[in-house]
């Protein structure tokens, strides 16, 4: 199993290359707005003035969604272990590993697998609370907790 620490440089990689790439796809689609100029045909002018404006719009919200999962991952580096699964456990089931941050799906670790979750996820909120030894139900599939870093 990958450590903790492994993780979190993982996820915070991935976060960092999304950001990046919307950052880059923004600046594009500023750049490109500001470049177009205003052609004999009005109509098409303010269409294509428009799809910019909402591209941009989607931009910035992906990056404010991207920005929000590096917090997340930030609080689950600064959490204190516990023994019941919470924001900050790498959770090891009988099936994979959880760790319990952001909803970043699955990351490749050490040639490993890892479940990079949310709380709010409906995986997440099944192992939330739970502790060493208790089983959880997903899917109508059973998987029960071996450990809790």
């Known amino acids: 199993m990958p450590t903790k620490e492994a993780i979190i440089k993982a996820c915070n990689t991935h976060v960092s290359k999304q ?7 923004l600046l594009l689609a ?6 177009d100029t205003k052609s004999s045909a009005g109509d098409k002018f303010e269409t294509t003035r428009a799809m910019m404006h909402f ?3 989607k931009l910035s919200n992906q990056l404010t969604e991207s920005l929000k999962l590096r917090e997340a ?3 689950a580096e600064r ?10 456990s790498l959770v090891k089931t009988n099936l994979g590993v ?3 941050a952001a ?5 490749k670790v050490d040639d490993e697998l890892v479940f990079v979750i949310s709380t709010a996820s409906p995986i997440g909120q099944k192992l939330n609370g739970k502790t ?9 599939v059973s998987q029960t907790i071996l450990s809790i870093i």
């Open 73 to 75: 991952i930030f609080q």
């Open 30 to 35: 500023r750049e490109a707005g500001n470049n």
């Open 132 to 140: 060493v030894g208790e089983a959880i139900s997903f899917n109508n």
């Open 79 to 88: 959490t204190a272990p516990a023994k019941h699964v919470a924001l900050g």
């Open 19 to 25: 950001i990046e790439t919307i950052e880059t796809a």
């Open 98 to 100: 959880y760790f319990i």
């Open 103 to 107: 909803g970043l799906g699955k990351i």
């Open 55 to 57: 591209e941009q719009e």
